[in-house]
């Protein structure tokens, strides 16, 4: 019973939330994305850290990287000519601009990971862009850059 009243309260409150911190759209995206790639949430989350690479079938990782550059290509930040790295160093700024509630120099902070990784990584863009997706997105999560 606890259980209902607490969902209850969370559909209640999160448009209020969800207006305010724009995440209808990305939710959204986030599912309709995961359903396109036959991705549950239970993956999504089992697959938190880059070490999860390496206890994960390759099949799953590529779906969850497919994932990352769906949510990309829907936000407007990929495009066909655009690597992943520009794609979330976009992000950045169009977050800093949008928000403006952050330092500067925590956007540039955020780019300098995020290029740290595309570096990391160089070699791993030629091959499957799903799973370099993966990784990039691990990357910088691992550097504290999350979106």
């Known amino acids: 019973m606890k259980l209902i009243h607490t969902l209850a309260f969370i559909a209640l409150v999160l448009p209020i939330l969800a207006t305010r911190l724009d995440l209808y759209h990305s939710a959204d995206s986030m599912t309709m994305c995961m359903k396109k790639f036959d991705v549950t949430w239970e993956l ?8 999860s690479l390496n206890r994960t079938k390759p099949d799953d990782v590529q779906r969850i990287g497919c994932v990352t550059r769906c949510k990309l290509q829907d936000a407007g930040h990929l495009h ?16 800093f601009e949008r928000r403006n509630n952050y330092m500067r120099n925590d956007l540039d902070d ?3 990971h995020i290029r740290k990784c595309a570096n990391d990584l160089k070699a791993d863009e030629k091959y499957d862009k799903c799973i370099y997706a993966y990784k990039m997105e691990k990357c910088v999560q691992r550097h504290g850059v999350y979106f």
């Open 110 to 112: 955020k780019i300098k």
């Open 80 to 95: 066909d000519d655009t690597t992943i790295a520009a794609a979330y160093e976009k992000k950045s700024r169009d977050d």
């Open 44 to 51: 999504m989350f089992g697959m938190h850290t880059l070490e």
